[in-house]
């Protein structure tokens, strides 16, 4: 598919910044994403979203929006509703699949309806953390806990021996309803999908124990990237089959990147990121431009993307 310009001559609402604890790693998304497409010629004004983003839209003229916001508001259907309400096409998935993917809980629901494989896990009100212990699991450690609606690690924790168990539950639950899962040990890897088909997939291995926040955006934070992932070739393609699987599982048709652990030959997906990062460490543009996409040639495809309204459920 060759990017055809469908919104050149028009008005692009960048949003980026936003309310999320994910402000900062927006912020640099939105930099990237304003060179590439001044660069391919778009008119582009930059737009940091408050309570008065609707006026602040009609103002600036805005044809199309490109979300390049991360985490709460930005990535779990409440802006897409706006956006669908006034009638404005945005980038990336719609109000339903958003909700779907943003919500741990949500999406693992969607994904075992669908026969994919996931993690053990328990899920706790936020109110509860506090009084729940290890006895209170269906299975023991080591475990990872973690909020069940936020992004980029954010009060994720991996936990190994009892005592880090209270200060990880506490850490979540300041992000809200709490989700323990038994932990998944083996390499880490990466799907994108964009539309109904797969990019690719990467291999990520981080210096240190767990790909966090810092793994993910920190300059010299020491990870490797393995494109393509480090496995036998049907290992892969089994790989990009499960990723896709959990793209249409939750009814996508942007950009996403599903995050698998490969345990001992057995995968296991964790989530899908709907509104996945575009800085210099970000994983979908690394995969993109290894398939011979180079970074501005890709913002522009997902650019003609934009939509709003109902969207079709994938493979219709």
Same mark, same amino acid.
Not at 250 to 255: E, M, P, T, W
Not at 277 to 283: C, E, I, P
Not at 297 to 311: K, N, Y
């Given at each position: 598919m060759n990017a055809r310009g469908v919104f050149r001559g028009h008005?692009?609402?960048?949003? *980026?910044? /936003?309310?999320?604890?994910? +402000?900062?790693?927006?912020?640099n998304t939105g930099a990237a994403i304003e060179r590439a497409l001044k660069g391919r010629g778009y008119d582009v004004v930059l737009i940091d979203p408050g309570a008065d983003l609707p006026a602040r839209l009609v103002e600036a003229g805005a044809s199309v929006v490109f979300n390049a916001l991360h985490g709460t508001y930005a990535e779990d259907g409440r802006l897409q509703g706006l956006? #669908? =309400?006034?009638?404005?096409?945005?980038?990336?998935?719609?109000? +339903?699949?958003?909700?779907?993917?943003?919500d741990k809980v949500l999406a693992k629901t969607a994904f075992r309806a669908a /026969?994919?494989?996931?993690?053990?896990?328990?899920? =706790?009100?936020?109110?509860? @953390?506090?009084r729940r212990t290890l006895d209170d699991l269906p299975f023991g450690l080591p475990v990872v806990v973690k909020p069940v609606a936020e992004g980029s690690s954010v009060g994720t924790t991996l936990v190994f021996e009892a005592e880090a168990f209270g200060p990880a539950l506490a850490a979540a639950a300041a992000c809200g309803d709490v989700l323990v899962e038994r932990l998944v040990a083996g390499p880490e890897l990466s799907v994108a999908c964009f539309r109904d088909a797969v990019l690719g997939s990467v291999e990520i291995e981080p210096a240190r124990s767990f790909y966090d926040y810092d793994a993910k955006y920190a300059a010299g934070a020491g990870t490797r990237y393995h494109l393509p992932p480090r496995l036998p070739g049907a290992d892969v393609e089994r790989l990009c089959a499960l990723g896709l699987a959990?793209?249409? @599982?939750?009814? *996508?048709?942007?950009?996403t990147r599903t995050d698998v652990m490969w345990a001992g030959g057995s995968p296991i997906v964790l989530e899908v990121n709907t509104l996945p /990062?575009?800085?210099?460490?970000?994983?979908v543009p690394k995969i993109a431009a290894s398939g011979g996409i180079p970074f501005d040639?890709?913002?522009? +495809?997902?650019? #003609? @993307?934009?939509?709003?309204?109902? +969207?079709?459920?994938?493979?219709s």
């Open positions: 008005r692009v609402a960048l949003l *980026c910044g /936003g309310p999320s604890k994910e +402000r900062a790693v927006s912020f956006l #669908d =309400w006034m009638r404005l096409p945005y980038t990336g998935d719609g109000l +339903r699949a958003s909700c779907l993917a943003f /026969g994919l494989p996931v993690a053990d896990d328990a899920v =706790w009100p936020s109110a509860e @953390a506090a959990a793209h249409r @599982a939750l009814g *996508c048709r942007g950009a /990062g575009m800085t210099a460490t970000s994983l040639e890709f913002i522009e +495809r997902v650019l #003609d @993307a934009a939509t709003c309204g109902p +969207r079709p459920e994938s493979g």
